[in-house]
C-alpha cells in the first residue's frame, strides 16, 4: 500500500502531459511550443510529444507514414495525464486533439494570442475540463502553464 | 409498420448532413463550401449547417456568445447521419467536428485540393468511418460528394 502511495505521489509530481502545436496548419510559432516545452520541463512535468516543439520535425515526419504519425501521437495523448495546446494557429490536428483529450476526460488548456481568432468550439466550449487563457506576453504564458501543472 | 418503412425510406433519400469548413481559420473557400452547400441539396440531402456556406455568416455570429455558437453546431451535429469536412485551409474548428462526428460513429468524408497540407489526423487516421479524397477540380468534387450521399 505504502508502495502504490509512493507511486501516486511521484506520478503527481511528473504529470504527463500532451503538447499540442500546429504542424501542417503552419510553424511560425515554433519558438512559443518551444518556450511551453521548455515551461513545463521545469515544471517538472514530462511532455510525451515534445516533437511538437523540435525544429527538425518536418524531416523525421517525412521518412514516417501518415498512419504511423497518427498512431505515434494518439499512442501518447492516451498516457498523458493533460493536454496543453496553443491553439493561436488554425490547425486542424490541435482541433482534433482538443476533442479526443475531452473524450478522454483529462484537462485541457488552450492559450492563444489575445488577438487571436480562436475557433468558438474552443472558446464556446462548456466541458468543465477545458480551459481558455489568452496570454499578453511570454512572463503570463510561464505562469499560466506552471499554475496548470501545479493543480494537477 | 409500412408507414414506418416509409419513414425509414424517405429519411435515406434525405440525409442529414453537417457541412464543416473553416470560419475563424480564413474563409478563402467559401466559394467552394458554397459548391459543396449546393451539390449536397441537389443531390438530395439536407445541409444542417448550411452556415458554413452563408457568406454573411461573420455577421451574424458576431450576434451570438461563443456558448450559443458552440451549442448550435454541436446540436446539429448530433443530429446528422454524416459529416462532409473541407480539410483544405487548417482549421481547429474543423479538427474538432470530424473528431466528434467519428465519436458519435457517423460517417465522415473530408475532401481537400491535391497541393493542401492535410493533417496526419485526418490522413492517417486508420477509423473505417473516415474516408480521405483530393479532388482536382470541381466536376471531380461534386461526384466524389454524389458518390457519398448516394452510398448513405
Known amino acids: 500500500m505504502e508502495v502504490v502511495e509512493k507511486m501516486i505521489v511521484s506520478e503527481q509530481r511528473s504529470p504527463k502531459i500532451f503538447l ?7 510553424r511560425q510559432l515554433l519558438e512559443i511550443y518551444r518556450l511551453m516545452y521548455h515551461t513545463l520541463e521545469k515544471a517538472g512535468a514530462e511532455v510525451l510529444s515534445w516533437h511538437v516543439a523540435d ?15 497518427y498512431s505515434r501521437d494518439m499512442g501518447l495523448l492516451v498516457k498523458s495525464d493533460a493536454l496543453i495546446a496553443e491553439v493561436t494557429v488554425p490547425s486542424t490536428g490541435v482541433g482534433y486533439e482538443i476533442c479526443r483529450a475531452l473524450v478522454q476526460e483529462i484537462p485541457v488548456l488552450c492559450l492563444h494570442k489575445p488577438d487571436a481568432s480562436v475557433s468558438a ?12 487563457r489568452a496570454y499578453p506576453n511570454e512572463t503570463s504564458l510561464k505562469q499560466i502553464i506552471i499554475d496548470f501543472v501545479m493543480d494537477l
Open 20 to 26: 499540442s502545436g500546429s504542424i501542417r496548419g503552419g
Open 55 to 69: 525544429s527538425e520535425l518536418e524531416k523525421v515526419e517525412m521518412e514516417m507514414t501518415e498512419e504511423e504519425i
Open 121 to 132: 468550439m474552443v472558446l464556446g466550449n462548456p466541458d468543465p475540463l477545458i480551459e481558455v
